[in-house]
């Protein structure tokens, strides 16, 4: 039958457009298919074909794996490396070892089983060849027609028998789609699938929005106006932010367009999501308010070690600010990479208050000052306890209420209160050296203490696998912080 399998291969292959190895694989499997169907089905089979006569040999096969191995689980498919080495073989662990056995005729049934093989196969080089042609176009927009439409999502034609799939998850909420109509996507992934690899497109996606944008804007694709960031609220709201590279451009005006036609295109192929075009700025209190639209922001205060900000409105516009469901704050939020509270202006003043009048309270009760002295320091920004035992003290200096003595004497009692509140906590402080060290923070400092590095001597002493055990730390930040804490060693050298 070597001859009926060569006609085989060349008819498929001249049928479906497909390279003839597919083929012959495919007869390969359908013959180690119908094999163990005759010898039993827990065997590993190996058949191969001679691409040039169509003969074929059919060899049983082991995988060797370690005496200790724990996989070890069927003598049918699997052979112990001992064992092998005691039948004479020259195997090593994870190769094949093999016997010869008799072939079965490519008959009725292999051929039948051949045929669904090489059907399964055809189909997925089919697709394979299809998406080939899309998997470096990942990040792009593409636009196909509605092919059908069932409870995966939609099936969009791109041409070529090419199709892609709108999963649900990424469709706009409550869009209609009807078959025949043009449609746009963003080309998120090439998803591998049991039935082969499939074009995935979304249009819920932020890029979706991004690419919209560069479509429809000129000086963004001309690098004039460059987009800064962007958050969706699929099919109801969205912001984006712009900033210009050039002088004398509107980069608002320009995404708005001419009585708002650029952005009234995009908003139509979002099914009606409004967008907002937002002013980036460097200052990120500014950029904040500017993201807060239509919202006009009276107050704010921030909060930078938290990344937070109280957002500070008129009463009467406090819904509009917050937004339906808390949108536009949300959407704000996402936008900046700040976590934004907003409240009216006389909470926000009160909230103000309340927070001063505490660190006020804590600086008199720990520090044992008089409330004039306490009231100076948090008018000048200090706001912990840390912050007067550890500010650089040239920064102190620049207080005209308080000369060296009092500045000294400050940080010595709030030295002491931070001593006594870790001792009563049972927490490990560092030593003043290597607070003071450069490229040390006081956060890392307090980790280095609970790990039991106290001082820059103790620092100099580790080694960089053993300071990468902290969370955050990479290779060169460790190296440069033990160079830094053993300076003084190269110092007494040389002295």
């Known amino acids: 039958m070597n001859k009926e399998i060569l006609y085989v291969v060349d008819a498929v292959s001249n049928e479906k457009d497909v390279g003839k190895e597919l083929i ?172 082969g690899p499939m074009i995935i497109v979304s249009r819920t996606d932020v890029n979706f929005l991004i690419e919209l944008m560069k479509l429809e804007v000129p000086e963004i694709n001309q690098e004039m106006i460059e987009i800064m960031g962007a958050a969706r609220d699929p099919g109801l709201r969205a912001k984006i932010a712009v900033r210009a590279n050039v002088p004398n451009i509107d980069p608002v005006g320009a995404c708005v367009g001419m009585r708002g036609s650029r952005i009234q295109t995009v908003t139509t192929e979002l099914n009606g999501e409004r967008v907002d075009i937002v002013l980036w700025d460097e200052d990120i209190a500014t950029y904040v308010m ?54 009216s202006v006389d909470e926000a003043e009160a909230k ?11 600086f008199v009760s720990r520090l044992d000052v008089d409330e004039e002295v306490a009231v100076i320091l948090v008018e000048e920004g200090f706001s912990t306890l840390e912050e007067v035992a550890y500010v650089a003290r040239e920064e102190f200096l620049e207080i005209e209420a308080f000369d060296e003595e009092i500045i000294d004497e400050l940080r010595n009692r709030a030295r002491t209160a931070l001593l006594t509140e870790a001792i009563a906590k049972d927490t490990p402080i560092p030593a003043d050296d290597l607070l003071n060290m450069d490229g040390m923070d006081k956060d890392l400092a307090y980790v280095l203490a609970g790990m039991g590095i106290r001082t820059m001597e103790d620092l100099a002493e580790q080694s960089v696998d053993e300071l990468l055990e902290i969370e955050g730390m990479d290779e060169e930040r460790a190296g440069t912080l033990i160079m830094t804490a053993r300076a003084p060693w190269f110092e007494d050298e040389q002295s």
């Open 290 to 343: 500017n993201s807060m639209a239509p919202a006009e922001v009276l107050s704010i205060v921030v909060d930078e070690e938290n990344r937070t900000m109280d957002i500070g409105v008129d009463q009467d516009k406090l819904s509009q600010a917050i937004g339906k469901g808390g949108q536009n704050v949300r959407l704000a939020s996402e936008l900046t990479g700040w976590t934004l509270n907003v409240m």
């Open 24 to 195: 012959f694989e495919a007869v390969e499997t359908a013959l180690e298919m119908a094999t163990r169907k005759r010898y039993g089905m827990q065997m590993d089979v190996r058949v191969q074909v001679d691409r040039q006569t169509g003969d074929y040999l059919t060899f049983r096969r082991w995988k060797v794996l370690d005496d200790e191995d724990p996989e070890f689980e069927s003598p049918e498919r699997q052979i112990l490396l001992s064992y092998a080495r005691n039948r004479g073989l020259d195997a090593q662990i994870g190769d094949y070892v093999e016997e010869p056995i008799d072939s079965v005729e490519f008959g009725r049934i292999a051929a039948q089983t051949a045929k669904q093989v090489i059907v399964a196969k055809v189909r997925e080089a089919e697709r394979e060849k299809q998406v080939s042609a899309y998997r470096d176009r990942v990040g792009e927009l593409l636009m196909g027609t509605v092919k059908r439409l069932d409870r995966k999502g939609i099936f969009l034609d791109l041409g070529g028998n090419a199709e892609a799939l709108i999963p649900r998850e990424e469709m706009i909420l409550r869009e209609n789609a009807h078959v025949g109509a043009r449609m746009r996507g963003f080309l998120k992934e090439i998803r591998q699938e049991p039935r």
């Open 352 to 362: 103000t208050a309340a927070e001063q009048q505490a660190i006020l309270e804590l």
